[in-house]
């Protein structure tokens, strides 16, 4: 079993930026593909990041390419997003995901666990 525990979510003016950590239980954390995803109220589950299990590769969608930065540190059991240049649209509830597979993955049916979700409000 594996949990996962999302932080530094908040409030943040347009252009500005936060960077969300989520910590994970676990010592197989090395071998798990990692993702960020997020829902905005009414709108559907949406990918934002994923990285693999050794942090070389990665993936985002067009919306968040070069604003958008998806680290880990496998020794502290911990994946990062660091969000620059923040728009009133990347307002969400964002969450951690983890999968029992060493690469990423891009659908949130790919994953196995989930963090409970931090707030993200981008104020115009």
């Known amino acids: 079993q594996v949990q996962l525990v999302e932080s530094g979510g908040g409030l943040v003016q347009a252009g500005g930026s936060l960077r969300l950590s989520c910590a994970a239980s676990?010592?197989?954390?090395?071998?798990?593909?990692m993702a960020w995803f997020r829902q905005a109220p009414g709108n559907e589950r949406e990918f934002v990041a994923a990285i693999s299990w050794s942090g070389a590769g990665t993936n985002y969608p067009e919306s968040v390419k070069g604003r958008f930065t998806i680290s880990r540190d496998n020794a502290q059991n911990t994946v990062y997003l660091q969000m620059n240049s923040l728009k009133p649209e990347d307002t969400a509830v964002y969450y951690c995901?983890?999968?029992?597979?060493?690469?990423?993955?891009?659908?949130?049916?790919?994953?196995?666990?989930w963090g409970q979700g931090t707030q993200v409000t981008v104020s115009s």
């Open positions: 995901a983890a999968r029992t597979r060493t690469y990423f993955a891009t659908g949130s049916y790919d994953y196995n666990y």
């Open positions: 676990g010592r197989t954390f090395n071998r798990y593909g």
